[in-house]
């Protein structure tokens, strides 16, 4: 069965960090370009990050650039997003998603990220 | 507030038609033939249902269809079913300054 699938979501305070990983499994990353999208409570999604296939070539949303870091290890058949100075903003359902041409065709069921003191 | 404008909310009756507009700029839809829509039920991630303005990727239903004219996208749901109640979102690529952008979503009640 293809499908991704996020973890390390939870409870941070402001200015924290945290780290969600995407693992996936059925196909090989390799083939895709990657992407984080958020999502917060009763919202249209948000284009966070997006990464190539072999990471030359990274994008940030202007929301998260400074903060947030994405990377990728295809011999792990993984994706990554480093969040650091979270903000009560940041609050959100996060989704790894895989694009293919030109549109986000797998997607994992989400990681929730709760930024609160 | 989304990039992309979308109604809030459409609603027919089963096996009527609806159309959702997505609104953009010139610097997302009206530049690029890069526009995708996603069908997404209560607690589940989204789907994708159009690719490039117009594609179906396979196994979905030929009830689904996508144009684009200017800076705005249109999600035409033919024949509608109960199934088909929802939220739908719009994306298009923006190019290097914003890379995707997202409409703010359409529930679409099935009366």
């Known amino acids: 069965e293809v499908q991704l699938v996020e973890s390390g979501g939870g409870l941070v305070q402001p200015g924290g960090s945290l780290r969600l990983s995407c693992a996936a499994s059925?196909?090989?990353?390799?083939?895709?370009?990657m992407n984080w999208v958020r999502q917060a409570p009763g919202k249209g999604p948000e284009w966070i990050s997006y990464i190539a296939s072999y990471s030359n070539n990274i994008q940030y949303g202007d929301s998260v650039a400074g903060r947030f870091t994405i990377s990728r290890d295809n011999a792990k058949n993984s994706l990554y997003l480093q969040m650091n100075s979270l903000r009560d903003e940041d609050t959100a359902v996060y989704y790894c998603?895989?694009?293919?041409?030109?549109?986000?065709?797998?997607w994992g069921q989400g990681a929730a990220v709760t930024v609160s003191s | 507030q989304s990039a992309l404008t979308q109604p809030a909310s459409v609603s027919g009756s089963p096996g009527q038609s609806i159309t959702i507009s997505c609104t953009g700029t010139?610097?997302?839809?009206?530049?690029?033939?890069?526009v995708s829509w996603y069908r997404q039920h209560p607690g589940e991630a989204p789907k994708v249902i159009i690719y490039?303005?117009?594609k179906r990727p396979s196994g979905v239903s030929d009830r689904f269809s996508g144009s684009k004219s200017g800076n705005t996208a249109s999600l035409t749901i033919s024949g509608l079913l109960p199934e088909d109640e929802a939220d739908y979102f719009c994306?298009?690529?923006?190019?290097?300054?914003?890379?995707?952008?997202f409409g703010g979503g359409t529930k679409l009640t099935v009366l």
């Open positions: 010139s610097s997302d839809i009206g530049t690029y033939d890069l």
């Open positions: 490039g303005v117009n």
């Open positions: 059925g196909f090989n990353i390799i083939g895709y370009s």
């Open positions: 998603a895989a694009d293919k041409n030109w549109a986000f065709e797998i």
């Open positions: 994306c298009s690529h923006a190019g290097s300054s914003n890379y995707w952008v």
